[in-house]
Every structure is written in C-alpha cells, then in structure tokens.
C-alpha cells in the first residue's frame, strides 16, 4: 500500500516543485476527466456556501406571505415555500450550512478513527483487541439511535448534528486505517524508530500516519458526502439543524411533502441540491481513490 | 470448524452485553422520562405524589443497579417485559412491526441484487468504455440520492402523470397480496437503488479483480467458452465480497428505514424506534436496540462463516 520512499524534496527549487505539482492535477484532469468533473461541481458548491450571503436574490429568512407558494418565475427563479420564502436563496444558503456539516464531520471522524486505528495497529496484542471490540460495539449500535441520543440529551442545532454524525464515523475509519497500518508496523523505518528510543506518540504520528494518507484521504472525501446525506435525513425526521436556518433536509420537511401536488418545487429542488452535492463529492472521490491506491476497494 | 464456530458465538455475548450496557445507561442520560411525558400533557401541575405513584409502578424508584439486575434477569429467561408507554408486551408490539420491516428488507434486497450483479459484471467486461461510464454514473447517483426524497418523487410522478396514489394503509400480504405489494413496490424500488449503488460498485470491482488472476488466464488458454468462464470460473469467485456488502446492508435495512418509513407512512421498525425514544419508553428502546444490534451481529457472523466455509484459510487461523 501507499508506501512510498522518502522523497528528497529539499532541494528541488520552488518553482519546479511547483510545476511538478501543476502537471499532477493536469494529469489527473486528463486521466480522470468524470473525477474532474466532480472536483469543479464541489468547488463551486464551496464557493456558493461562501458566497451565499451575496449571490443570494433574497434573504432566506424573508417571509412574504403575498408570494406563498409561488410558482417559479422571473421573480423567485424556483419559487417559494409555505412562508413565502425564495426557494432559490434557501438552496444557497443551504449549501453553506450542507459544507460546514460535511466538512467538520468528515475532518474530525476521518482523523480521530485514523489516529485510534493507527495507534490499535501499532500496539497490537490485548491492546488492540480491546479497541477493536469497542469499536464493535459502537458499529453495531444503531446511528438513528445515537443521534436520536445525542439531540436529546443537547438539543438540535449545528454542533450537536456535526457530533451525531462524527461518532459513528470513527469506528468505520479505525477499521479501514488499521487494516493498512497493520503492513505499515512490519515495515523497518517503524522498528529503526523504535530502537532509536523514540516515544509511541512520536512513531504514531511521525512516522505511521503520514504513511496511511491514501486511504485517508479516500476516507475523507467518502465521509463528505455521507455526511451531508446524513445530515439531510437528520433535518428531515427533525433531529437536525433547526428551523429556521436554511438546510436541504429541513426544505423537504413538513409543508413541503403536504403540499407536494400544488408546489412541486418546494420538495424537488432541495433534493436535486443534495443529490448533486453528494453526487460531485463521490465522483472526486471516486478517482481519487483510482488514482491513489486501485487497490483499496470500499469502506 | 466446530470450534471456530463455537469461538464465534461465544464472542457475540460480550459484544451483545456492552451494547446492553451502553443503552441501558444512555436512555437514562437522556433527560424527561415517560412519567413527566405522560403527565406532561394533562395537567401543567401534575400532582408529584401521582408521579411518585407511576414511578413506582414502573420500576422506575428503584436504584440504577437494581433496574438494571431486573431487566438482565428479565434477559435471561427471554422475558422482555412490556411497554412502559403502551403497558402491551415487548414480543407483542414488536411482532407486528417486524413483518414489515423484514418484507420491506427483502423486497429492497431483491431490487438492489437483480440491478447490481447484471450491471457490475457489464461494466467490469467493458472496462473504461462508455458502458462502464454510464453504470458507474447510475450508481453512484443512486448513492448521492437520500431514498427518502427519492420516495417523494415517486409519489409525485405517480400522482401527476398516473393520478393514482399507492396505498397508505398497511395490508398484510397474506390478508390481500395486490394491495400489498402496490404499497410496498415503490419504498422497496426507492430503497433499493440506493443499496443496488454500493452493491454494483462492489461487483464491478471483484470482478476485475478475478478477471486478471492466472486461473481465468488458464481457462481462457484452454479455450473454454467465455460464458462458462463468466459464470463459473469468475462470477463466482467474485461473488463473496459482494455477498457480504448485501448481507451488511440487509442487517441495516432492519432498523434503519426510519426516514423512508415516515414518507410511505409504514410502521416499521424503524419509526418504533423513533417513537419510544421520544416518549423514554426505557424497556421498547432496550428491546429494539438489542434487537437492531443482533441482528447485525448474527448476519456479519453468518458472513464470517461463509468466509471460513469457502475459504479454509480464515478458518485456521
């Protein structure tokens, strides 16, 4: 797996790492041109939950109870709600809050299951069987009940969901990281740390987590768009983000299935933004995963 | 393989016993419980001796340790006890339930296998072609798309194009199969896309694997058909991490339809759950997680022993 030799990179001048870097991402467009594809989508979902505070033709809090339930039209380029609320600048300020979820979640459940994997492989023995039955237990606990759990006891609301779904992302990512730390141990640089002395959390941070970067990374983007989608049905049954902040799952809850039949709209485009969000983040996945290690599978 | 057997099933108790633990205590964190709830709506001064009286009757003044042998020794002789919201026996209401959820399960399972396996096998023969682009397109789709909206666009393509909506009352498939399946289709149809999606994937990938190992490379120099070589030779080395994705997602479809559930308006297990945490009804809870969490143990344990059965390696170790 993803061990590479030591790249002597000191002395390469700045410019031509910089090129070396360039002529990777264009290979990689190249190569993997669906992969490509997903990247720009994401970016630009990035980029409009930055934005969305200016790009957005209407605050997405604004009710107008003269314009409920408008069809789409030049005025509200995809309608309105039960609120009067535009639609459109409800999906732009959706994604804001889809990013903030799928990339905390992803970042801190990736790392922290990376770092107890990691670690469960290094000390093998008693050590990691006990953190492998832990992790067990957590996988066989069922998510809707942790989250269920967790809101209750917190509240809904953003850090509260970002936490529902980051704690069963940790099991997942220590099983994949330990599966590929495990080779990692056996390798020599691990023993030559070893018997220069060095302390555990040294060798596991220094020298073995670098190495389990590929899977990391593959995990990374996997766990984005799971996130965002978890985070949709969370809003949906209620249990997440609260109203009245802008998210997809929350714009298909309630009025929006009641009123299905006379304002389409409302249910049908949160769930394109979802699907295309989610959709983008697999398909850079995806190639990511092609281009960094073939071999690796799934999650 | 007795032994190995025997390994395994003995390592399901503790595995079973922690998650025991680990709800008993959780619900308990969770503020409120079912008295104050129950109360909570009759009168905004319920009576604190009233309270004292349901708790009593419920078990619930008992300390923690207490409740906790009770229910165990309860566990012991598969005695569930009742509902604490509904006072009905734990069997009684998850029974009904469960029908449900397991016909929905299977239906999702057979969408997802009658999709997955035909179009795996087609994207990994035509490998990097436009075949492969579009199979790999659809399922990944299939995963970007939550199955519950998926489910509301059903409805609202078969409400404006057919103006017929499917059934929303539950009919037991023995009592009218047409009815049935004319509710349960379209969940099974949302359901299963999205699980078909990790599936095909999944087949796609083992099957380019197998395809470059020596034996297919022999069968082919011996000039066997390329038919038997699919089907016998590669198709069925391939199946056995595809068999485990489906039986792991079989396990989650169990308990884990909550969403889905709410749009089609099924009772399933799923909204069971969703139900006796908001009312803290401690021993339903206890039962259903329990429950969720067995039968994801004993499918990932029927799994490991197909492993071991086909692949004696795994067993001797």
């Given at each position: 797996m993803a061990v590479r030799p030591v790249e002597v990179v000191a002395d390469v001048p700045e410019a031509r790492r910089r090129s070396r870097w360039w002529a990777a991402v264009r290979d990689f467009c190249r190569r993997r041109p669906l992969g490509a594809i997903g990247a720009v989508v994401v970016a630009l979902n990035i980029v409009v939950g930055l934005t969305a505070n200016v790009i957005s033709?209407?605050?997405?809090l604004a009710t107008d109870y003269g314009a409920?339930?408008?069809?789409?039209?030049?005025?509200h380029w995809l309608g309105t709600d039960a609120f009067g609320r535009d639609v459109l600048s409800r999906i732009l300020y959706g994604s804001r809050t889809a990013m903030i979820v799928g990339f905390a979640c992803a970042f801190v459940g990736a790392t922290v299951g990376a770092v107890i994997g990691v670690a469960s492989a290094y000390f093998a023995g008693k050590i990691d069987l006990l953190i492998q039955r832990v992790m067990d237990i957590f996988l066989a606990f069922p998510l809707i009940i942790l989250a269920l759990a967790v809101v209750s006891i917190l509240g809904t609301g953003m850090t509260n969901v970002i936490m529902a779904i980051t704690i069963p992302m940790i099991p997942r990512a220590a099983l994949v990281t330990r599966s590929s730390a495990l080779a990692i141990r056996e390798m020599p640089y691990v023993d030559a740390a070893r018997a220069a002395g060095f302390r555990h959390v040294r060798i596991i941070m220094r020298h073995m987590l670098p190495n389990v970067m590929a899977p990391y990374l593959i995990m990374l983007t996997a766990f984005l768009g799971q996130a965002i989608l978890l985070e949709a049905s969370l809003s949906f049954l209620g249990l997440g983000v609260s109203e009245p902040t802008a998210a997809w799952g929350l714009m298909l809850r309630g009025a929006a299935v009641q009123f299905a039949e006379t304002a389409p709209w409302m249910a049908i485009f949160p769930g394109l933004a979802i699907s295309l969000a989610v959709f983008a983040f697999n398909l850079f996945g995806d190639s990511l995963r092609d281009a960094l290690d073939p071999r690796l599978r799934t999650l | 393989m007795l032994k190995y057997i025997l390994k395994r099933v003995l390592l399901m108790i503790p595995t079973l016993l922690s998650v025991a633990v680990l709800v008993f205590f959780l619900m308990r964190i969770v503020p409120g419980d079912i008295v104050e709830l129950r109360f909570a709506g009759e009168s905004?001064?319920?009576q604190k001796e009233n309270l004292d009286k349901e708790r009593a009757r419920l078990g619930l003044d008992q300390p923690l340790w207490k409740q906790f042998v009770t229910w165990m020794w309860g566990l012991l002789r598969f005695d569930f006890g009742?509902?604490?919201?509904?006072?009905?026996p734990i069997t009684e209401e998850i029974r009904l339930r469960f029908a449900l959820s397991l016909q929905l399960a299977i239906m999702a399972t057979v969408v997802a296998v009658v999709l997955a396996i035909p179009l795996g096998v087609l994207a990994a023969l035509k490998q990097d072609t436009w075949v492969d682009y579009a199979v790999r397109i659809f399922s990944i789709a299939g995963l970007a798309t939550p199955s519950f909206w998926l489910g509301i666009v059903f409805i609202l393509l078969l409400l404006i194009v057919f103006k017929w909506l499917p059934p929303m009352v539950y009919t037991p498939f023995w009592v009218n199969p047409v009815q049935n399946l004319a509710q349960l289709i379209w969940p099974a149809l949302a359901v299963g896309y999205r699980y078909s999606a990790v599936a095909t994937r999944m087949t796609r990938s083992a099957m380019l694997e197998v395809l470059r190992e020596d034996y297919i490379r022999t069968a082919r120099a011996k000039g066997l058909w390329q038919k038997l070589i699919l089907s016998r030779h590669a198709l069925k080395n391939a199946m056995l991490p595809v068999l485990t994705v489906i039986a792991l997602e079989f396990a989650f479809l169990m308990g884990g339809l909550v969403v889905t559930e709410q749009v089609f308006n099924l009772n399933g297990l799923g909204l069971l759950f969703v139900e006796s945490v908001a009312h803290r009804d401690y021993t339903l809870t206890q039962a259903l997680v329990l429950l969720v969490a067995f039968i994801f143990i004993i499918v990932n344990f029927f799994v490991d022993l197909t492993y071991a059965w086909l692949d004696p390696r795994i067993r001797l170790r």
């Open positions: 033709p209407y605050d997405p409920m339930l408008a069809r789409p039209s030049m005025a | 905004a001064f319920a009742s509902s604490m919201w509904t006072g009905a």
